[in-house]
């Protein structure tokens, strides 16, 4: 893989064989809450952990409501 800096202070990265693809500079198009919700759902989406620690947490609460 090679990087090469322009003139204009722009990046090119590209491997042998591979066609060359511009780097950009800018912001990006999520807001927070985009990136933490799409985090969220890659977190629960590969793992049981949140499942059951919300499942915990819910009947901890049924069970606190029942008991008052």
Same mark, same amino acid.
């Given at each position: 893989? $090679?990087? +090469?800096? @322009?003139?204009?202070?722009s990046?090119?990265?590209?491997?042998?064989? +591979?066609?060359?693809?511009?780097?950009?500079?800018?912001?990006?198009?999520?807001?927070?809450? @985009? #990136?933490?919700?799409?985090?969220?759902?890659?977190?629960?989406?590969? &793992?049981?952990?949140? #499942? $059951?620690? +919300? &499942? %915990? %947490?819910?009947?901890?609460?049924? &069970? #606190?409501? #029942?008991?008052?």
């Open positions: 893989m $090679q990087v +090469a800096t @322009k003139s204009d202070g990046h090119e990265l590209w491997m042998e064989g +591979a066609v060359r693809q511009r780097m950009r500079k800018g912001t990006s198009g999520y807001t927070f809450r @985009k #990136l933490v919700t799409h985090f969220m759902n890659m977190r629960t989406g590969f &793992s049981t952990v949140p #499942l $059951q620690f +919300a &499942s %915990i %947490i819910g009947f901890f609460l049924c &069970s #606190l409501g #029942l008991a008052s």
